[in-house]
């Protein structure tokens, strides 16, 4: 069982900067992929990028290439999402989630198994 908890989420202009973690519990395979989604009201939701939990295979949105980085400290348990120049339309609850490796899903590069419960991003224009 793994348990992820995200934090970091809040109020930020637009050109602005956050970071979000996800705060990870429970045995990660080494075959697992950790993927941050988000979800804004009235929308279905969106992938947003993903990484390996070993390695360094990165993938990202269209919508967020350039803008967004993923990264990970395994020592801590802990991936992150560093959103910089964010954009209002960047407004959504943001979660991230596990799950193993899912190399026929080309997009979203996992079956996730596990989620966490969300936090909230708001850009203020």
């Known amino acids: 069982q793994v348990q992820l908890v995200e934090s970091g989420g809040g109020l930020v202009q637009a050109g602005g900067s956050l970071r979000l973690s996800c705060a990870a519990s429970?045995?990660?395979?080494?075959?697992?992929?950790m993927g941050w989604f988000r979800q804004a009201p009235g929308t279905e939701r969106e992938f947003v990028g993903v990484i390996r939990w070993s390695g360094s295979w990165t993938s990202y949105a269209d919508s967020v290439k350039g803008r967004f980085t993923i990264s990970r400290d395994n020592a801590k348990n802990t991936v992150y999402l560093q959103m910089n120049s964010v954009k209002p339309e960047d407004t959504a609850v943001y979660y991230c989630?596990?799950?193993?490796?899912?190399?026929?899903?080309?997009?979203?590069?996992?079956?996730?198994?596990?989620w966490g419960q969300g936090t909230q991003v708001t850009v203020s224009s």
């Open positions: 429970g045995h990660i395979f080494i075959n697992y992929v």
């Open positions: 989630a596990a799950g193993p490796r899912d190399y026929s899903n080309s997009v979203t590069g996992g079956k996730y198994d596990y």
